[in-house]
């Protein structure tokens, strides 16, 4: 099992800048994929980024494409994802989840895993 716990959401203001975190513990051996997907209330929950473990390949959705930036730390455990100029319609809860897969889907359906979200809201 793993276990993910994402933080850093809070409330900020059109233009500011965001760094999100997920620790993983538990069974974290392993070259699995890492994402983060969010959902806006009334909303699927949407594939936001996700990134390979060794870091070298990356996907974004095209409306965070040149804002957001994925990264991890398989030392620590820890996915972050950086998220500079942010807009109201990226107000939404934040969930990190892990595949069992090296390879990148956009699907939730491929991620075993999921943390319990943070909450992000920017406000105009």
């Known amino acids: 099992q793993v276990q993910l716990a994402e933080s850093g959401g809070r409330l900020v203001q059109a233009g500011d800048s965001l760094r999100l975190s997920c620790a993983a513990s538990?069974?974290?051996?392993?070259?699995?994929?890492m994402a983060w997907f969010r959902q806006s209330p009334g909303k699927e929950r949407e594939f936001v980024s996700a990134?390979?473990?060794?870091?070298?390949?990356?996907h974004y959705r095209d409306s965070v494409k040149g804002r957001f930036t994925i990264s991890r730390d398989n030392v620590n455990n820890t996915l972050y994802l950086q998220m500079n100029s942010l807009q109201p319609e990226d107000t939404a809860v934040y969930y990190c989840?892990?595949?069992?897969?090296?390879?990148?889907?956009?699907?939730?359906?491929?991620?075993?895993?999921w943390g319990r979200g943070t909450q992000v809201t920017v406000s105009s």
């Open positions: 989840a892990r595949s069992l897969s090296a390879v990148i889907y956009s699907d939730s359906a491929r991620y075993r895993y």
């Open positions: 538990g069974r974290t051996a392993g070259r699995d994929v």
């Open positions: 990134i390979t473990w060794s870091g070298g390949n990356t």
